[in-house]
């Protein structure tokens, strides 16, 4: 999808600062962050949201958080913890409509986040 950012992304067209990739992922600094440590993990393939069909194949779940946690475990995050989340809809605060998980670390992290 041309017009989608995390497409773009994946294809190398926009700049990003991966941290790793699988085959089926990637993973790519936030150049908004939320907190000091913020990672975006995006499949390759175009699914809109985590309410999609798609999102329902559970090899890209095990690859998503398997790719969480190894950058969490490289960067030293999982001793003092680390948040995933996950945004659906624009009431849900989803601001692409590209399947992302948010890797949030380094500092306590309130509820809500923000």
């Known amino acids: 999808m041309d017009s989608c950012l995390f497409c773009r992304i994946v294809a190398g067209t926009i700049p990003a600062t ?4 699988t085959p089926r992922a990637i993973a790519f ?14 499949p390759r393939d175009h699914i809109d949201s985590v309410d999609s069909p798609e999102a329902e194949d559970g090899a890209l779940w095990a690859d998503i958080i398997g790719l969480a946690r190894g950058i969490a475990r490289s960067l030293g995050l999982s001793d003092d913890g680390y948040r995933l989340v996950i945004n659906h809809g624009r009431d849900g605060g989803q601001s692409v409509a590209h399947l992302h998980v948010h890797v949030l670390a380094g500092r306590r992290l309130g509820w809500p986040p923000g």
């Open 29 to 42: 600094r936030d150049v908004d962050p939320k907190a000091p440590t913020h990672i975006l993990i995006v």
């Open 18 to 21: 991966i941290v790793r990739e």
